[in-house]
Nanobody
Framework: QVQLVESGGGLVQAGGSLRLSCVLS????????MGWFRQAPGKEREIVAA????????YYTDSVKGRFTISRDNTKNTVYLQMNSLKPEDTAVYYC??????????????????WGQGTQVTVSS
């Protein structure tokens, strides 16, 4: 079964940067599109970004466009989320997701697949 382990969260001041990492094990990494989601207190989980298996197609939610970059290294079974110009409203637990169908990230609000345990990102004002 797929196992996902996120890292890289932390406390940062507004305007700062963080890079999240998520390592997949247990299955072939290139069989999966990858996504990053976040959930803030009292809010529903929302998609942040997604990337297809090759890295040639990416998706971003409007609120992070131009600030966040999703990428993947298929030699390291790792997907990254580079977060720049962070804002207090980016504060949330960030989750990594693996799904066999990239299109699901674009069309489904209740995505299936496999989830990591989450990593906390806190942006102070």
């Amino acid at each position: 079964q797929v196992q996902l382990v996120e890292s890289g969260g932390g406390l940062v001041q507004a305007g700062g940067s963080l890079r999240l990492s998520c390592v997949l094990s247990g299955r072939t990494f290139t069989n999966y599109a990858m996504g990053w989601f976040r959930q803030a207190p009292g809010k529903e989980r929302e998609i942040v970004a997604a990337i297809n298996w090759l890295g040639g197609s990416t998706y971003y939610t409007d609120s992070v466009k131009g600030r966040f970059t999703i990428s993947r290294d298929n030699t390291k079974n790792t997907v990254y989320l580079q977060m720049n110009s962070l804002k207090p409203e980016d504060t949330a637990v960030y989750y990594c997701n693996a799904h066999e169908d990239y299109v699901e990230y674009l069309t489904t609000t209740q995505i299936g697949g496999s989830w990591g345990q989450g990593t906390q990102v806190t942006v102070s004002s």
